[in-house]
């Protein structure tokens, strides 16, 4: 009898882990979104480590939206429920916050972390539980070039996309204003150095000289050396690939070398209304460059109700507000549009859904490709006169573009 | 031309920060024997009490180190005393595991008072530039360097013309030999312990001035001190300061004449070809006693 009873435990035992391998298959473990419970989201975001300063923006983002939302009523009634655990800037560490917000904890859905980099290895994950993966804050190529059909960029333009308003910006000047020759010192990021590259391609095909292309690591702690080789080559024109610490840096070794760049155009560093200036001197940002998909004067529809709840939650001032923080609150939207226009929130319809039509969101008018690649670009920012100002195109510039850039005080 | 001459200015001035961190590690090794792996932490609290001063008592970095530096000594005392000094029966593996768990301790609680944003202290001279025979000196990083070798000359002095310095250096030779003559060990270590936070709480200021920095910056400061000092010798102060040039000289000329993608490499390769022909390091000793 005995032995009948464990020969029963032995049959019954690969039945029981064929049953728990089963719980991990896409099907089971993404919500039906039928609950009546709350609507749990869980998002990873970098609190530590290299992207802290704005990886907190995006948390402030999401915030805003699920209190706003929740005062309304919640999502097709449920209230939103956020869930965030700090991935340490880490893509190793992103992996496995979602793989616990989704196996672990069971949440409904998942929203996206901040940059390229984690967003990539955060979004292979929900894909392989069938998750939907919106996200306001990774759009490098390397994001798209994955090929995720879970995957929705809630930004209007790609990295690349949205820089080239830069291109475009340069090459509508006439030829005797333009520059001649350029110079790309780009950190080692899936951001940051494609965008570059990318503006090194266009502008080489119109004819602006490279004289300096180089990659640095994530690690260098000194880029003395690379603005010192940068300034040998005297351009007109520096596109620094560049993130938060590492642009400060550039700056600062520039100043220190006395090398002022005819025009400088930074891919990220500047767009941080707070950081950037406290970090390089308010006054040394005069006339430095960079696009962006929103800023807090941006005629977007719904902009001004934006900044003022953000305030009134938050505080400060509107040109304290990070534009992370309006990408990841553009998520929220994204997923309350989607619920108005099929009643349901399961990410199978979240999926099916946003990949089809356009929608209105603080940072713009969202539409997408079958990789969730957004199809729309960015507007040209600069620091002028202490703020950052919409400069190009000209049909919603605060102000004209001020070129060549002022020498350093 | 221009450009090898300004990379080379570039990368001394660096390297005598450099030394002024590793000169504290290479002291605790000498005295106690051990690595300790919280001397990137205690660079980076260095920084953040320069910055705390800076930014709201309005205190000079330069100034700050009066302030900051015994400070640190309090705090590389305390330590030693209560977490270090009931390891001692084995100090030799203990110690790394022990000074780590200290490393991350710190970070924590950095993190838990100032957050985790970078931050940089940003003087009015910050990016001032003295310009000699057309070449470019960043005045933080000479005030550095000027500091650091201000800090290791008073380093040497101390250590080879006082009582300490004689006691230390006993130590150092045969911790037995000394304690039979009369020298308390235990004073010595923590002393040195202390001597050695206190360089980490001067280097922190300038590490601060000269670029952002954040609780988790350690992570990237300890690999590169430790290698400047396997590469000098450990133990050996002059094989702190030549590792450190070595370092950062190296980073900064392949920077700027090859590429900064390979900027670490070569020094690392001098460290491996350094371990394999001589393993106790530049100026090591395979004997005790380096200091």
Redesign the interface.
């Known amino acids: 009898m005995r032995t009948r009873t464990r020969l029963a435990r032995a049959a019954l035992l690969p039945i029981v882990c064929l049953g728990v391998a089963a719980c991990g298959t896409p099907a089971s473990v993404a919500s039906s979104g039928t609950t009546k419970g709350p609507l749990t989201i869980g998002i990873s975001v970098s609190l530590t480590g290299d992207f802290s300063n704005t990886g907190k923006a995006a948390q402030l983002g999401y915030e805003l939206w699920a209190s706003q939302v929740n005062a309304k009523g919640g999502v097709l009634g449920r209230q939103v429920q956020l869930s965030f655990a700090d991935d340490a800037s880490s893509p190793t560490q992103v992996v496995t916050n979602y793989q616990n917000f989704i196996t672990r904890d069971k949440v409904d859905l998942v929203f996206g972390p901040y940059s390229s980099l984690l967003t990539l290895a955060a979004a292979k994950v929900a894909n392989r539980y069938g998750y939907a993966f919106v996200e306001g804050a990774g759009n490098g190529p390397s994001v798209f070039a994955a090929k995720l059909p879970n995957l929705i960029d809630a930004g209007p333009a790609t990295a690349i996309n949205g820089a080239q308003v830069w291109g475009d910006y340069i090459l509508s000047l006439p030829a005797d204003q333009r520059p001649k020759t350029a110079a790309y010192p780009s950190l080692d990021d899936p951001f940051s150095a494609p965008t570059a590259a990318a503006l090194q391609k266009r502008f080489e095909a119109a004819g602006i000289k490279t004289v300096y292309s180089q990659i640095y690591p994530a690690e260098t702690t000194s880029l003395g050396g690379v603005i010192a080789k940068v300034a040998s080559t005297n351009p007109d024109m520096v596109v620094s690939g560049s993130q938060d610490a590492d642009g400060w840096a550039q700056v600062q070794a520039m100043i220190q070398q006395k090398f002022n760049p005819k025009f400088l155009f930074m891919t990220n560093g500047p767009e941080n209304p707070v950081d950037f200036p406290k970090n390089v001197g308010l006054a040394n940002t005069e006339g430095i460059f960079t696009s962006d998909v929103w800023t807090y004067s941006a005629p977007i529809p719904g902009n001004t109700a934006f900044v003022s709840a953000y305030i009134a939650k938050f505080g400060g001032t509107p040109a304290q507000i990070d534009s992370t923080s309006a990408e990841t609150y553009a998520v929220g939207q994204m997923i309350q549009a989607v619920a108005a226009k099929t009643g349901k929130i399961d990410n199978q319809t979240i999926i099916s859904t946003l990949h089809q039509g356009s929608y209105q969101t603080v940072v713009g008018v969202v539409s997408v490709d079958q990789y969730g690649a957004p199809k729309g670009s960015q507007f040209l920012e600069e620091w002028l006169s202490g703020t950052l100002t919409i400069v190009y195109p000209s049909a919603i510039a605060e102000h004209a573009p001020v070129i060549p850039k002022p020498s350093w005080p | 031309m ?2 090898l001459i ?2 080379i200015i ?2 001394v001035l ?1 390297g005598g920060l450099y030394a002024l961190m590793t000169s504290g590690l290479t002291l605790t090794f000498g005295t106690m024997r051990i690595i300790n792996m919280a001397q990137g932490v205690f660079v980076v609290c260095g920084a953040y009490i320069a910055y705390t001063l800076f930014t709201y008592f309005t205190i000079d970095p330069f100034l700050s180190i009066l302030i900051s530096t015994p400070l640190m000594f309090a705090i590389g005392v305390t330590l030693q005393r209560f977490l270090l000094r009931p390891i001692r029966y084995d100090a030799h593996r203990l110690s790394l595991l022990m000074t780590w768990a200290m490393a991350i301790g710190i970070e924590g609680i950095l ?1 838990f008072v100032f957050g ?3 931050r ?1 202290i ?1 003087t009015s001279y ?4 003295l ?1 000699l025979f057309g070449y ?1 000196f ?1 005045l933080v990083r000479v005030l550095a360097f000027v500091l650091s070798l201000v800090v290791l000359v008073g380093m040497y002095l101390v250590l080879s013309r006082t009582k300490f310095g004689r006691a230390v250096r006993a130590v150092s030779q045969r911790e037995s030999a000394a304690k039979l003559l009369g020298v308390n060990t235990d004073r010595t270590a923590a002393l040195a312990f202390g001597v050695g936070a206190a360089t980490a709480g001067a280097a922190g200021a300038m590490f601060g001035l ?3 920095f ?3 910056s350690h992570y ?1 400061l300890i690999g ?1 001190l430790l290698a400047i000092c396997v590469l000098g010798g450990l133990g050996s102060n002059a094989g702190a300061i030549t590792g450190a040039v070595v370092l ?1 000289l190296s ?7 090859l ?3 390979w ?2 490499l070569p020094f690392y390769i001098l460290l491996v070809v350094v371990l394999i022909v001589r393993p106790q390091g530049l100026f090591g000793v395979r004997s005790r006693g380096a200091i």
Do not use: I, K, M
């Open positions: 221009h450009l300004q990379a570039l990368g660096t993190s985790t944003d970078f940089g940003v910050q990016n001032t530039s310009t470019q960043p000269v670029g952002s954040d609780p988790a990237d590169r950062a980073e900064s000329l392949v920077q700027a004449e590429s900064p993608e900027s670490s």
